[in-house]
C-alpha cells in the first residue's frame, strides 16, 4: 500500500494536507453489486428486492451537490475517479473515510443482509479501494446478527484500508446492549473502530413519545438517538468489558456532548448502585473512548462560545467530516463558524483521525 | 385570595421569597381520592385497578426523602400541613406550583382517565389549595384525548390557582401534533401554561433505538424526549397557530437548549420549503414561549461555564423548581452550581415565574 500522498497534479498543493472521515461512495443501482453477489442472492434481490424498517427514508435524505454529477453521467457519488478530482485532489485529501449507505446493515432477511454487507464490501475493494490508495472505507456489517458481523469482520479483517465497522443511528436496540458485544470482542481484537452514522431506522418511531410528522425532524433527531446510544454504551460497561474500543459518532453533531456528560455525570453520582460493573465516572469513559465527526456542526451565535464548546468536547476527540456529496455537506475551508488555534485546526483536520485510524502519516 | 404571604411564624423571614415551580403534592394511597370519585368510576378503580403503557416505572422514580416523613405517618409530599412547613415556610416559598404525578392522564380507558384526572383536581382543590394560599396547582388532563382535557381545563379555568395544565414528557404524540391543538386552543384562551413534566410513557420505547436496560437510561433520556417535543412544537407551527401560548419543560434539564437551537436554526435554513407556515427561526419561537425549570441541573466543570449557559438559555426563561419531596431534590440554597449576579438570580428564583404565571406580587 502507498504511504506517501500520490500527487494528482504537477502543482504543489496550496492546502494543507487533511484527512476526511465521511465520504459517501454511493451506488449509480443497485445493479452495481450484481458482479459481487452469489447466484442465489443475486435471484433474491432481483425477485423480492430489498425490505427493511421503514419510516426513516426520504428522497430528500439522500439528494446530492448539484455540482457533483461526474461527466459519466453516473448518479453522483457514485464515479471515483470523479470523488478523487473534485473532493480529493481539490482539497488535498490525504486519506478519505468511504461510508456506503445502500440498505445493507438493515435488511430484514439476516442471511440476504449477510450477502448484500459482503457484496458492499467486495465492491468497495475492487472499485474505490484498489484504484485509490487515498481511499480507507468502513466495513459494511449486518449488525443485527453477531454471529453473521463477526463472520464478515473476520473476512475483512487482515485488509488495514478497511479501519472501523459502521452501524446505523438507530440499530434496533440501542447500542450498548448486548447482542452487539460479540462485535465490540471482534472489533477490539482486530484494532477497528465502531462507526455510528447518523439515520436509518431500526423500525421504532425516532423520538421517545411517538413518530414525527416532518423531515426536519428526523434531520435534526439523530442527534437525540446518538445521546441514547452513547449512554447505553457507557452504563451498560462496554468500555470496561472492551477496553481497546474506540468508537466513532457521525453526522450527529457534538454541541450536545458537554451538557450529556454533566447530567450523566451527577445521575450516576446518585444511582452508581445500579451499574456496579462501571468502575469510573460515565464521562471518562466518552472522553477516552469516542470521537465525533464535525459535520453537521452546531453554529453558535458567538464564535467563541464555539471555542468553548471544541474545549468541552476535547480538541482531541473531533474530527473532519465533509459528508460528500450529499447537498448539505462541509466545505473544508467553511466548515468550522470560528477561526481556530492552528495546533487545534490540525488536530481537528488531519492528527486526530490519523492517530485514532493508526493510519500512516502522509502530512509531510 | 390572599395577596400578601402569609407568615408562619413570628420571626423575620432571612431568606428572600421565592417561587418553586415544581412541588409533587402525593397520594397517601389512591384511596385518598376515592371521595373525588363517581360511584361508577370508584368501581371500576376498586375493580380493575388503574392500567396504562408500562415500561417506564421504577419503585425508584418515586422515592422521597428521608426526611420527608411526615409525623401524622403518611407518605412523604402527602401531608399539607408537613409540606407547608418543611418547604413553604422553611425556604420562604411565596408560591409553589403543585404538580402531582398520580397515573391520571395515562389510562388507557378514556373515560376513567377523565374522571380521576377530574378526582385528583377535585382533592387538590379541597385538601391543598383551600387550606395553603401559597400553592397553586397544574390541572391534571387526559391530554391524549383533547374533547375530554377540554372539558376539564373548561372546568376549571375560573379558578386562577390552577396556572397550567400538565402533560407527561412522552405523550403517544411528539407534544406538536394536531391532536392535541385543542388542548393548546383552550390554554391560550384561558391564559393557561402548558407543562411537559418529565417521566411517564406513551408506551414506546424512551429511545430511538429501541428499550434500554438501566434506569439511569431513562433517569437521563426525559432530556431527548423534551428535545423532540420541543422540535415537534416549532416545526408543527404551534406557535404560529397559538401566539399567546406558554410552554413550560419541568425536570428535563437545560443544558442542551442551546446546541438544539443551533442546530435547529441551521437545519431551518436548509429545509425550511418543508415547513412554509413557520415565518421565523425556531430559535426565536423557543425563546419567545418556552420556560425551564431548573432541577435537574446539567453542572459543567467550570462555573463560569454555568453563567454563560444561562445567558445562552435566556436568564428571563429559567424558573427554580425543588422537585420537592423526591430524592433527588434541589435545595434552593445549592441548587445552583455558580454564584449568579444578584439580578439573575432573582428572576431565575421568583420574576420569571411571577411574570410567566401573572401571580400577584409578594416578593415586597
Redesign the interface.
Known amino acids: 500500500m502507498a504511504t506517501t500522498l500520490p500527487r494528482a497534479t504537477t502543482e504543489a498543493p496550496v492546502r494543507p494536507a487533511i484527512i476526511d472521515c465521511d465520504i459517501h461512495n454511493e451506488l449509480d443501482s443497485e445493479r452495481d453489486l450484481y458482479p459481487y453477489l452469489p447466484a442465489r442472492w443475486l435471484d433474491h434481490l432481483k425477485t423480492y428486492g430489498t425490505r427493511g424498517p421503514s419510516g426513516a427514508s426520504y428522497p430528500?435524505f439522500l439528494n446530492r451537490r448539484n455540482d457533483a454529477h461526474p461527466p459519466s453521467g453516473r448518479e453522483p457519488g457514485s464515479d471515483p475517479a470523479f470523488t478523487a478530482r473534485q473532493l480529493l485532489d481539490e482539497w488535498n485529501v490525504a486519506y478519505g473515510i468511504l461510508n456506503p449507505l445502500t440498505g445493507a446493515g438493515s435488511q430484514l432477511n439476516p442471511e440476504f443482509d449477510a450477502a448484500l454487507a459482503t457484496a458492499v464490501n467486495d465492491w468497495q475493494v475492487a472499485e474505490w479501494l484498489d484504484p485509490e490508495p487515498r481511499l480507507r472505507a468502513s466495513i459494511i456489517l449486518p449488525f443485527e446478527h453477531a454471529d453473521l458481523a463477526v463472520a464478515e469482520i473476520e473476512r475483512r479483517a487482515g485488509d488495514r484500508r478497511f479501519v472501523q465497522v459502521q452501524f446505523s443511528?438507530?440499530?434496533?436496540?440501542?447500542?450498548?446492549?448486548r447482542k452487539y458485544w460479540p462485535i465490540y470482542a471482534a472489533c477490539e481484537a482486530h484494532g477497528l473502530a465502531v462507526m455510528s452514522h447518523a439515520f436509518g431506522s431500526?423500525g421504532?418511531?425516532?423520538?421517545?413519545?411517538?413518530?414525527?410528522?416532518?423531515?426536519?425532524?428526523d434531520?435534526?433527531?439523530p442527534?437525540?438517538?446518538m445521546?441514547?446510544?452513547l449512554?447505553?454504551l457507557v452504563?451498560?460497561g462496554v468500555f470496561e468489558r472492551f477496553p481497546g474500543l474506540r468508537v466513532v459518532s457521525a453526522e450527529n453533531?457534538f454541541?450536545?456532548v458537554?451538557?450529556?456528560l454533566?447530567?450523566?455525570d451527577?445521575?450516576?453520582a446518585?444511582?452508581r448502585d445500579?451499574?456496579p460493573h462501571l468502575a469510573r465516572r460515565p464521562s471518562e469513559y466518552v472522553r477516552e473512548h469516542v470521537w465525533f465527526c464535525t459535520q453537521?456542526i452546531?453554529?453558535?451565535?458567538r464564535p467563541r462560545?464555539f471555542l468553548?464548546?471544541v474545549e468541552?468536547v476535547g480538541a482531541d476527540r473531533l474530527i473532519f467530516a465533509s459528508d460528500y456529496a450529499h447537498?448539505?455537506w462541509d466545505a473544508p475551508d467553511t466548515a468550522l463558524p470560528a477561526r481556530l488555534p492552528d495546533e487545534v485546526r490540525r488536530k481537528i483536520f488531519y492528527e486526530n483521525a490519523r492517530d485514532l485510524y493508526r493510519l500512516p502519516d502522509r502530512a509531510g
Open positions: 430528500r443511528g438507530r440499530p434496533r436496540e440501542p447500542m450498548g446492549r431500526g421504532g418511531p425516532i423520538t421517545g413519545c411517538g413518530w414525527p410528522s416532518y423531515y426536519i425532524e434531520h435534526v433527531g442527534a437525540q438517538s445521546q441514547a446510544n449512554i447505553s452504563v451498560e453533531g454541541g450536545w458537554p451538557s450529556l454533566w447530567r450523566l451527577s445521575a450516576y446518585l444511582l445500579e451499574t453537521p452546531e453554529e453558535p451565535e462560545d468553548r464548546l468541552q447537498w448539505d
